[in-house]
């Protein structure tokens, strides 16, 4: 049976690809466009995306005595350099960062991979491989929304990366809602049932993205992907199926305001 970390690399590598299949023909006036992320053109979401997988390939590399561990100026002085870097040259060094990147976790043996734990430099302690690739396939697949989503307002994410962020959030990426979700924006205490999945969006003192939890007091009617989108801010009304639907003691607008985004 494939395992879960095997499963997230391979998803990283089909994102990378698909992404860098897109962007092959891009043009400097698509580059400055806005992109779905509300502050960045696309070019600053390429370089968001660049400096991401550099910063998190010297994570990696650290953790496995490759490399020395980052100093506390690390980080801002790969953002300097990547913000100093026109619109063409930021595309361009996504397309290598990430690539090395995801070639560094595709070389684990299958035993590093069960075994191996890497903090990516801002959780109190190291994660599983796992996780470690499910944070950056959360980054990656929502980011490259952001990017997509600029030539076609319809964009989603993937069948299978929605699958594998959905089982990630319900296990070891728990935590994420925690830091992202705004729950007393809403009155009462809510759970939400995510369509036909399995899976619930609990509004409480503890905001949960589960599959044990109490009977639903709403239901989100829409795809899975849309549900995930929602959760990072990007279910505006522009770029919402018109099959999505919530009902029950919460609303729609309700679960926007409680998942704003970044």
């Known amino acids: ?78 953002w300097d350099r990547w913000n100093a870097l026109t619109p063409e040259e930021q595309l361009a060094g996504w397309r290598e960062s990430d690539g090395v990147f995801v070639a560094a976790l595709e070389a684990l043996t299958p035993e590093q991979r069960e075994e191996v734990q890497i903090n990516p430099g801002f959780l109190p302690q190291p994660v599983p491989v796992a996780s470690f690739a499910g944070l950056r396939l959360s980054e990656v697949a929502h980011h490259s929304w952001d990017i997509r989503v600029a030539a076609d307002p319809a964009a989603g994410l993937t069948a299978d990366t929605a699958d594998l962020l959905a089982e990630h959030l319900s296990d070891g990426l728990s935590f994420l809602l925690g830091f992202i979700a705004k729950p007393d924006v809403v009155a009462d205490p809510a759970v939400v049932a995510i369509g036909d999945t399995p899976y619930r969006l609990v509004l409480a003192d503890e905001t949960r993205f589960t599959t044990d939890a109490p009977t639903p007091t709403a239901t989100f009617e829409g795809p899975l992907e849309s549900a995930l989108r929602l959760l990072v801010g990007r279910l505006t009304p522009p770029h919402t199926p018109e099959t999505v639907k919530v009902t029950g003691n919460v609303t729609l607008d309700d679960l926007r305001s409680t998942f704003p985004g970044f």
């Not at 509300?38 to 910063?55: K, N, R």
């Open 1 to 78: 049976m494939t395992t879960l970390a095997a499963r997230t690399i391979a998803a990283l590598r089909a994102e990378h690809d698909a992404l860098a299949s897109v962007s092959a023909a891009f043009v400097s006036d698509q580059l400055a466009s806005p992109s779905g992320a509300s502050e960045w053109t696309v070019a600053q979401v390429f370089s968001h995306l660049g400096s991401g997988a550099e910063i998190a390939l010297a994570a990696f590399r650290a953790e496995l005595g490759e490399a020395e561990t980052p100093g506390p100026d690390f980080n801002q002085g790969v």
